[in-house]
T-cell receptor, first 115, second 112 residues
Framework: AQSVTQLGSHVSVSEGALVLLRCNYS??????LFWYVQYPNQGLQLLLK??????LVKGINGFEAEFKKSETSFHLTKPSAHMSDAAEYFC?????????????FGAGTRLFVKA | DTAVSQTPKYLVTQMGNDKSIKCEQN?????MYWYKQDSKKFLKIMFS???????INETVPNRFSPKSPDKAHLNLHINSLELGDSAVYFC???????????FGEGSRLTVL
């Protein structure tokens, strides 16, 4: 069965500092991995996805994530935080089936950005 | 044009009532989903439909009944509402081969 663990329910960084949000997954088959962002009172939107191509994935808003199979990790990074990055971030794993994908989400990490 | 739209955005109701949430997507996707997000932001899949066929039903009480009249619409009807049903319900869609989910803005249900 697939599962996702996000380390740290809250992460606080200063504006301009490195952002690192941690995600570990388990999956019985090669997974599809995603990071989504949720701003207050909105739905989730995709930041980036890994689908077995390049292990370093670049997404929107300067975010990127690296798939490390040996560590079963898919950590999200951004070199320099901006105030507008403050939001809830979700790591997710998907496995395909005959009817499509079943996506399981981590518990989320709230990112705070200090001025 | 909104890609995935849900109505209503807010519902406030009494225990024991019945309520429905509607969802429509104009992305041409063949798979639609309902997710429940609780007060701690935890997201749990409830149902998925592929071309009007129920594919995933995740141990949801049978008070919850999804219905997909066509592949662009997925509705959720909830009978005999309970306090624990209070949450934000998200509709999402995806293309069968992609896995990437497109979410609506959510419907916040408050049961008093």
């Amino acid at each position: 069965a697939q599962s996702v663990t996000q380390l740290g329910s809250h992460v606080s960084v200063s504006e301009g500092a490195l952002v690192l949000l941690r995600c570990n997954y388990s999956s019985s088959v090669p997974p599809y991995l995603f990071w989504y962002v949720q701003y207050p009172n909105q739905g989730l939107q995709l930041l980036l996805k890994y689908t077995s191509a390049a292990t370093l994935v670049k997404g929107i808003n300067g975010f990127e994530a690296e798939f490390k199979k040996s560590e079963t990790s898919f950590h999200l990074t951004k070199p320099s935080a901006h105030m507008s990055d403050a939001a809830e971030y979700f790591c997710a794993v998907s496995e395909g089936g005959t009817g499509g994908f079943k996506t399981i989400f981590g518990a989320g990490t709230r990112l705070f950005v200090k001025a | 044009d909104t890609a995935v739209s849900q109505t209503p955005k807010y519902l406030v109701t009494q225990m024991g009532n019945d309520k429905s949430i509607k969802c429509e997507q104009n992305l041409g996707h063949d798979t639609m989903y309902w997710y429940k997000q609780d007060s701690k932001k935890f997201l749990k899949i409830m149902f998925s439909y592929n071309n009007k066929e129920l594919i995933i039903n995740e141990t949801v009480p049978n008070r919850f009944s999804p219905k997909s009249p066509d592949k662009a619409h997925l509705n959720l009807h909830i009978n005999s509402l309970e306090l624990g049903d209070s949450a934000v319900y998200f509709c999402a869609s995806s293309h069968k081969a992609s896995g990437e989910l497109f979410f609506g803005e959510g419907s916040r249900l408050t049961v008093l």
